[in-house]
């Protein structure tokens, strides 16, 4: 989880990604946000995220992204 926390202060380094859990809803991520993560995710953990995953429930919060790279390895 602290790899995760570390490409998503990356890129919002003023958000509390350990309670924050509207993301998506919230604004705090954007389309570019996600292409982003997603690249950084597969580098990171070797977890390719597949497109029809790409969804804003797997974003809500770090949380649930992480959930969804543990289901993915």
């Known amino acids: 989880m602290d790899k995760l926390l570390s490409i998503l202060s990356g890129l919002h380094p003023d958000i ?20 982003t993560i997603v690249a950084d995710i597969d580098e990171a953990y070797g977890a390719a995220i597949p497109a029809e995953e790409i969804v804003p429930e797997n974003f809500h919060s770090a949380a649930a992204l ?7 390895r």
Request: proline residues 0%.
């Open 16 to 35: 509390d990604f350990n309670s924050h859990d509207d993301l998506i809803g919230g604004g705090v991520l954007d389309s570019f946000d996600i292409v």
């Open 66 to 72: 992480f959930a969804l790279i543990e289901r993915l």
